[in-house]
């Protein structure tokens, strides 16, 4: 992040002289990177989030996912500042488990996503860095992505990628998945294999060209049967 | 939440309804007896069970403490939202952008409201969502438009449809669209001068059911709890009778006898002029968060709001029909989201009636540019044959 204060606005590097004193202002927030990516097909959804925690020119961890299971129908991919993305999890943990013995049965996968909205806008003032994107199943049983902005505007989607490669990944996915600008092409509904093979496909190229994003990638695929997980390894460089 | 509300089982919000900010206070202050100070980790924001019986803003907030030299003083009970925007030190930075950028429109005419918006939805250059939805339907008779801040504009959006169902279930009769707009006015003040930006038309139709068989000639006093937001008791025009259609009350719950009414049948409108300063019929108020609350025949939102204007300020009329109405809001959007980058992809456009709102099907304006340029095309070999002749 201070690398942007080394570079002109003419691109050539500034100057380096003595200015005065400066105030650094503490900020609560970092950015820890990360991608994650939802797809969500006719009766699965697949989250999948790669493995590497970073701040600045360092990284922390080559081995944290980003992707939280919920429930048996439900994960959540949560990226941005990791201290923000541990604490909502939790939250969102408790609420469950409120809701569980309040109401006894299981939130789904619409209910939650309304929930984390307003736990969201609830911090309107002092927000949680986080963006997320919810993937499962619904109460017919067909997949559902939510994705999120980290305040909490929420809405229903077919697919979503987030977190620092998301404006890489996003146009992608709208040519692949949502057929878009493609003119006479055939669109056909996209079986779980084809889409596990793309997301890992998609984080490959994320990994070549967005420095945040690497290291392994961590598949989530749900469906009725329950939620299996997937490891690929990416670039660790 | 709701239903615990009116069958008494916590304390009625209502009872102690908007006051000051400084109920807002941070949960750190607080005594509610819900919070476990030892646990704070999880419940200590405070906002689970307890948000309903919040006696302000129905939502609680977290406030961050102003920030100061001395760090981690636990005195926050005098913390309000006014000092958010009063503080010496600006408030924690936030380190994303949030989404702006639209245009959103509304008329009255004299087949009901129009309200047609564009669905791009975008975060400083990027384009968060090419299909978000900003005209929001809150009941059969009421829709709001939104601009500003998205999340800001979805979250009150649902407090608003919540408090309306509320009060109709409190109240037996559905509150109206004078007294909707004044609502959500009155709920964003407490957040004037902070960042919140919710810039939203409310557009809908005042119904009043008319049994005219049970009313021949006589005179009716005003139902149920006969309080109208907008006029007071002294200026009531005396002319109207006004039921909703959710009231269930009997003829005989005579609790207004302030004014008196003859029956006014909903048939006998003068349709050539505009009735939108009576009772019922079509509405549109604009609502914005810095405390501005209008009435208004023809409204255009948002960041491609000057080009819809100069649409639609040289066509719409009173008395245009159901397609010329259509055609217009669709045309002007399209026009809006051609010059402004902020505004694009598809349009929604929805009507209301006495009956209620219907939607047209949402249409991706993309068509309409390949249109627009083979009538252009068109257009220019047209002319060079006739300059030949």
Known sequence: MFATQVYGDNGKMKEYHYTGPVEHRFSPYSFNGGTVLAVAGEDFAIVA????????????????????????????????????????????????????????????????????????????????????????????????????????????????????????????????????????????????????????????????????????????????????????????? | MALQDVSGFQDTPMSHMWNSPASLSGPMGDTTPLLDMADERILGWGRFKSSERDGGVPLRFFIPPPQSSVPFRCDNRHTSLSSLSTSSSPPTRRPFPLSHGTTTLAFVFQGGVIAAADTRASCSGLVACPSAQKILPIHSHLLVTTSGSGADCMLWERILAREIRLYQLRHGRRLSITGSAKLLSHMLHPFKGTDVCVAATLCGWDVEEVRVEEFKGKRVDRMGSGRDDSISPAKRPVEETVMSTSDACSQDDLTDSACERTRHAVTDVDLTRSPVRDRCGPKLFYVCSDGTRLQGELFSVGSGSPYAYGVLDGEVRWSLNEEEAISLAREAVYRATHRDAYSGNCVDLFHITAQGYCRRDREDLREEYHRERERVLKRGKEESEEDKK
């Open chain 1, 49 to 237: 989030s790669d493995t590497r925690l970073s701040e600045g020119y360092s990284i922390h961890s080559r081995d944290s996912p980003k992707c939280y299971k919920l429930t048996d129908t439900t994960v959540i991919g949560c990226s941005g500042f990791h201290g923000d993305c541990l604490t909502l999890t939790e939250i969102i943990d408790a609420r469950l488990k409120m809701y569980k013995h309040s109401n006894n049965k299981c939130m789904t996968s619409g209910a939650i996503a309304a929930m984390l909205s307003t736990i969201l806008y609830g911090r309107r003032f002092f927000p949680y860095y986080v963006y997320n994107i919810i993937g499962g199943l619904d109460e017919e049983g067909k997949g559902a992505v939510y994705s999120f902005d980290p305040v909490g505007s929420y809405q229903r989607d077919t697919y979503k990628a987030g977190g620092s490669a998301s404006a890489m990944l996003q146009p992608l996915l709208d040519n692949q998945i949502g057929f878009k600008n493609m003119e006479g092409v055939q669109h056909l509904p996209l079986s779980q294999e084809k889409a596990v093979q793309l997301v890992k496909d998609v984080f490959i190229s994320a990994a070549e060209r967005d420095v945040y994003t690497g290291d392994a990638l961590r598949i989530c695929i749900v469906t009725k049967d329950g939620i299996k997980e997937e490891t690929v390894p990416l670039r660790k460089d």
